[in-house]
């Protein structure tokens, strides 16, 4: 960035009073944009997914600390829980969180965590002792490949993306949970109308991070290996290539990705639709700000690796980095 752009970012950011907030910077080619975005809470240990409580209140987990938090919008974090039995690693520890669609009356959290032999789907109360596992056996890496993204759907059912637990062959086996979108009934049962008549939707996954949908549309992000890193829109019973492809390929029966990008510049995480666009979270570096086809580019490099992003019921996007939970309006 220039000397004459950085002071005209910086006399904004003065303007604007956020004194508290991150400047996000126009470093990288093909951004779309710059904006000040408000940091909200810092020092976090490994922030990984947060949802949201019927009256607003943001709960999120911290994947290395193996906790259970509230955080208001103006940035008040408290614990709420400690989750037992988590294993972590590079990769592992407690994951993806979703609150329940029923929530006022049966107080109930969805937690995607790793344990010493799998990865788990449980559910939990705030005060109400240790998980309950709904969902196990869902294969671990000795390091990498956990997915842990889970999310309720339009539809009313719970979604969850997992990880190859470093064998790709698990994506292609449809009786492995790994390498998988699964969708399920709050008990853990596989949900009425799956392909397979089980909890798999989709298969041949290399390690699903984000979901996220438009409409009735289910889109994901998906980490690939050494050549691209993928957004898929998800069909019912459709094979999405890994381990026989990564990106675009033309091998019959396998649907390609509406967008990829090399692994140098992406290693996409939380996704997530605002204001009529899909902001998925990179690991490399900021937020992608896309189209449903995948055109557009990255926003917020300054916040670094960016973990997981969320429309918020307060009308923000919160956007989660390991460190930190911040707030922005997606420009």
Not at 19 to 43: D, F, H, N, P, Q
Not at 62 to 69: E, L, M, N, P, W
Not at 133 to 161: E, M, N
Not at 248 to 258: F, K
Request: charge should be positive.
């Amino acid at each position: 960035m220039g000397a004459r752009r950085s002071a005209y970012v910086g006399v904004l950011a003065l303007a604007a009073g956020l004194s508290s907030g991150t400047l996000a910077s126009a470093a990288e080619s093909g951004e779309v944009g710059t904006m000040a975005v408000k940091t909200i809470a810092s020092g976090l240990k490994q922030a990984w997914s947060i949802d949201f409580l019927p009256d607003g209140t943001g709960i999120f987990t911290q994947k290395d600390a193996k906790t259970v938090s509230t955080i208001t919008k103006d940035g008040k974090v408290t614990k709420v829980g400690d989750i037992p039995g988590v294993s972590v690693t590079k990769e592992a520890g407690l994951l993806g969180i979703a609150v329940s669609p029923s929530y006022a009356a049966d107080k109930t959290l969805f937690l995607y965590y790793t344990t010493g032999s799998d990865n788990r789907i449980a559910t939990w109360q705030i005060g109400g002792g240790a998980p309950k596992p709904i969902v196990t056996g869902i294969p671990r890496g000795s390091q990498y490949h956990h997915g842990g993204r889970i999310k309720f759907g339009p539809d009313g059912f719970l979604y969850a993306g997992t990880g190859d637990g470093q064998n790709g062959d698990n994506a292609q086996n449809k009786n492995s949970l790994g390498g998988k979108v699964l969708r399920m009934t709050k008990d853990g049962k596989a949900a009425p109308g799956n392909p397979f008549g089980s909890l798999v939707y989709s298969y041949g996954h290399r390690n699903v991070q984000g979901l996220t949908w438009v409409g009735s549309q289910l889109y994901v992000s998906d980490i690939g290996a050494s050549k691209v890193d993928e957004l898929n829109k998800i069909d019912a019973g459709k094979n999405y290539g890994w381990p026989k492809c990564e990106g675009s390929c033309g091998t019959a029966g396998m649907t390609n990705p509406v967008k990829q990008w090399p692994t140098s510049s992406a290693t996409p995480s939380g996704l997530t639709t605002y204001k009529g666009s899909l902001y998925m979270a990179s690991l490399k570096g900021g937020t992608y700000k896309l189209d449903t086809n995948g055109n557009g580019g990255k926003i917020y490099t300054n916040l670094g690796r960016t973990r997981d992003e969320v429309a918020g019921p307060d009308g923000s996007l919160w956007v989660i980095t390991p460190g930190g939970i911040h707030l922005a309006d997606g420009s």
